[in-house]
């Protein structure tokens, strides 16, 4: 891991960090004032209905916020943030450790001198006020502290368009390219989708699972998505000559392959639009990412993207030419 790649990790985990310690110094210090089953969870009135030992709580504490610190540490580094992607996660992290770890903490304090069947007073609700009242604080320190990681650098080096590849055309020849991206979920979220608008439309009514039916539908011409690359630009297509997505030459300011992180970098799969970039993410793996004029990425996912990429650099040089 290089040096910045360790400070932004560590900026990213350190409010859960930070929870995690106060959460254990208070666990320690308030353990011999605690009944043998802590009453961990509430009903909306506030009355206990669940119940842990100390040790499983402490476990369950300690593991939620280290979970939670690993995760932020892996987007941190491997998610490409950049400008106000890279402030909102780290300030999400902040309000997010701040909010969990109150209300841990406060779980913990209810119990404090109870008997055995929970808190007589239950949990005050406005404990869950204050935790996002915590939350609220936290998000703008951290938004802050962001400022204080470093940027990750820009995959295309110094961002020139000389640095990227081409494709030799002759003068008048045409070129175009394709490829189809299977997307092995698009299936099975077709069937979920249709299964459950049959169970909404026996259950409620068949007006309410329609919906259910119009998305499946729309993920099905989605199965076997298609790449085009021709004078028009970058073309993604399903089964069906519409949706479409397309993004012009006019629009493009040059083309790379490159690996992409679906969940870190577009937090998902299919059509992902974040702050910075969009695209149609099938899987993690190697894409055709085009920067755009406005400053933002499109990205898909597809199999043999070098040679997509110089064909698009190829026909930008010829539009600017004006052949």
């Avoid at 499946?216 to 690359?229: D, K, Y």
């Avoid at 479409?244 to 629009?251: A, D, N, Q, S, T």
Wanted: aromatic share 8%.
């Amino acid at each position: 891991m290089t040096s910045k790649n360790l400070g932004r990790a560590t900026l990213a985990a350190l409010p859960f960090v930070l929870a995690l310690l106060v959460d254990l110094v208070v666990h320690l210090t308030v353990q011999d004032r605690l009944p043998d089953r802590l009453a961990v969870h509430f009903d909306a009135g506030g009355s206990a209905d669940r119940y842990l030992g100390f040790t499983a709580y402490l476990l369950y504490s300690l593991g939620a916020l280290l979970v939670l610190g690993v995760l932020w540490a892996v987007f941190a580094v491997n998610g490409k943030l950049r400008g106000g992607g890279r402030s909102r996660l780290i300030g999400g992290g902040f309000a997010l450790a701040a909010f969990l770890g109150y209300l841990l903490i406060a779980v913990l304090l209810v119990n404090v001198d109870a008997p055995e069947g929970g808190p007589t007073d239950g949990f005050p609700l406005w404990q869950v006020a204050v935790a996002v009242g915590a939350g609220a604080a936290a998000w703008p320190i951290g938004a802050l502290l962001s400022r204080l990681a470093p940027a990750p650098e820009s995959p295309d080096g110094d961002g020139g368009g000389a640095s990227r590849e081409r494709i030799a055309l002759a003068d008048g020849e045409v070129a175009s390219w394709a490829r189809g991206i299977g997307a092995w979920w698009a299936p099975l979220a077709v069937l979920a989708l249709l299964a459950s608008a049959v169970a909404v439309g026996r259950e409620v009514s068949w007006f309410a699972g329609a919906p259910l039916v119009v998305l499946a539908l729309v993920i099905g011409t989605f199965c076997r998505p298609h790449v085009t690359v021709d004078r028009r630009g970058l073309t993604v297509s399903g089964l069906l000559p519409k949706p479409r997505v397309r993004v012009e030459l006019e629009r493009m300011t040059g083309a790379d392959s490159r690996r992409v992180n679906a969940l870190s970098e577009y937090g998902g799969w299919g059509y992902r639009i974040r702050p910075d970039r969009s695209g149609v993410i099938t899987r993690s793996g190697e894409a055709i990412v085009v920067s755009l004029t406005s400053g933002r990425e499109f990205a898909v996912t597809v199999d043999d993207s070098a040679t997509g990429a110089a064909l698009l650099n190829t026909l930008l040089d010829q539009q600017r030419a004006g052949r």
